[in-house]
């Protein structure tokens, strides 16, 4: 009988001594491309250096660099699932895409119910009204016959993903943006059995990422939780919804930057990886880009701008970082320095000053 | 009567908190961009800074070609996974790195004079012969 012990993350001794080399060299990152370098061991200290002549390397922290899909014009994907009467539907979505005015609105997602055919109970569009403020439309169908309400709603920056939820008990229908509560109207009560998420007209190209589907109306608390737990897994335990049960979880994930799936998502379908109520396309193409916690680390001002030629070293404890190239392809080195504490004693770097 | 003879370990915290041993040395490039000069230090590392003034020049802790003859000690190389970074001409960069020797390659042909490429390291007092093969690990050769 052998007892293995390493060393945890807060050994004093493990960064006294640190200094294992680790180094990299990439070249040739295209303009827009994201990098995600993984380390064995927890880093001491972390120098970035740009070689190129001209662009810039951003670079910031992710260890859950998960993917999402954006169409490339109009297209939509559905999925069908038992009828539901009371519900939750929770995602990410890149409000960047959305468009500048009303009449440029986008169709953002629908919920189909038993009772309206092929008519949507519920239809999402939305568009930018400012850089601070954005405006959706919900729309209510009732035995053929749509209304529908504008709802305005402030947040921080419209051009990076956001977290929204849908949440339906009998005629109550609450809308949350970022895990808050914006508003409450009737509807038909008549639940639903399929989403549609873009559209072949009003198209909204995306992105979409991690979309949970929830049997009950989860409390106001539990969507926040939603949103404040990010890319994890929802199926994990630390995951505390008590409400209702998961129905389906939608990942997006086409392991672009890292393996989180044997059987990644493609072109074609978008795997419900708790059942079987797959997305399958409908119409359109959509390609898989950076999911929106990686997203956020760039466009929500988390992360390290490096000119051309330009070196910069810190201190951090990490097990992994991103680097983006923007303005031209980047060629870069990565130097580390890794103390003896293993990658897998890391907690993951998410929220505030990360990526959000 | 025996006599014992200690030294500290790789793992010795005080080591690294008291070291800062200067240790200096400079060379003129190689002409062969495949080709690594090697230099190895007494002691462990804390630090190192590595300064190019001729030429633009790679710095790994491995050959940097696998099966290299000239350390046929290593077995893998630097190259093989862009296990290394680049010193532009004029610049110096610092490793808070802990090792026995470092590795240094000519990314062109030419050479200058015999300050091609100038070291200084901060030396723990822990002996090389403390200090583990980097042939195979990752970030390094792998």
């Not at chain 1, 997305?279 to 992360?303: I, M």
């Amino acid at each position: 009988m052998s007892f293995n012990y390493t060393a945890g993350l807060q050994n004093v001794g493990s960064y006294q001594v640190s200094g294992q080399p680790w180094l990299k060299t990439i070249t040739s990152l295209a303009d827009g491309s994201t990098q995600f370098i993984e380390f064995p061991n927890v880093t001491k200290k972390l120098t970035v250096k740009n070689n190129t002549g001209s662009g810039t390397c951003l670079f910031g922290f992710c260890t859950n660099p998960g993917s999402g899909i954006n169409f490339s014009s109009t297209g939509n994907i559905e999925s069908t699932f038992a009828a539901l009467t009371d519900f939750t539907v929770s995602f990410w979505c890149d409000f960047t895409e959305l468009g500048g005015s009303s009449g440029a609105r986008k169709r953002i997602i629908d919920v189909n119910t038993p009772s309206e055919g092929s008519s949507n109970a519920f239809s999402m569009h939305m568009y930018k009204n400012s850089d601070t403020e954005i405006e959706f439309r919900f729309y209510t169908t009732n035995s053929g016959t749509a209304t529908f309400d504008i709802i305005t709603v402030g947040v921080d920056t419209v051009n990076k993903w956001h977290n929204v939820a849908l949440s339906v008990s009998g005629t109550s229908h609450k809308v949350y943006i970022d895990g808050l509560h914006v508003a409450t109207r009737t509807g038909t009560g008549a639940g639903a059995d399929g989403l549609i998420v873009g559209s072949a007209s009003a198209a909204y190209q995306g992105g979409y990422d991690q979309m949970t589907l929830w049997n009950a109306a989860l409390t106001d608390a539990e969507v926040l939780t939603l949103a404040e737990y990010g890319a994890g897994d929802p199926t994990l335990p630390d995951l505390s919804i008590t409400s209702g049960a998961l129905v389906s979880w939608w990942a997006f994930e086409s392991n672009l930057h890292k393996t989180f799936f044997s059987t990644p998502d493609d072109a074609n379908i978008i795997f419900d990886r708790v059942a079987a109520n797959n997305f399958t396309r409908s119409a359109g193409a959509y390609d898989f880009v950076d999911g929106f916690n990686l997203a956020n680390v760039f466009n929500g001002g988390h992360a390290l701008s490096l000119g051309s030629s330009k070196m910069i070293e810190v201190s951090c404890k990490t097990k992994s970082i991103v680097v983006k190239a923007s303005g031209a392809a980047q060629d870069f080195d990565v130097s580390v320095s890794l103390t003896g504490i293993e990658a897998s004693r890391m907690h993951d770097l998410t929220g505030p000053g990360i990526d959000e | 009567m025996s006599s014992n003879f200690y030294s500290v370990g790789l793992n010795h915290v005080g080591a690294y908190q008291v070291s800062g041993t200067p240790y200096l040395i400079q060379s003129a490039l190689l002409t062969v961009s495949a080709n690594s000069l090697r230099f190895q230090f007494p002691n462990v590392t804390k630090s190192i800074t590595v300064k190019s003034n001729h030429a633009s020049i790679r710095v790994h802790f491995a050959p940097y070609t696998a099966a290299d003859p000239a350390y046929p000690e290593y077995t893998g190389g630097a190259v093989t996974n862009g296990n290394f970074v680049t010193i532009a001409s004029g610049e110096s960069q610092t490793f808070d790195f802990k090792c026995k020797e470092i590795f240094i390659s000519n990314t062109g042909t030419s050479t200058g004079g015999a300050d091609d490429v100038q070291i200084f390291a901060e030396l723990t007092n822990i002996p090389a012969a403390r200090m583990y093969s980097l042939d195979g690990v990752v970030g390094v050769t792998n």
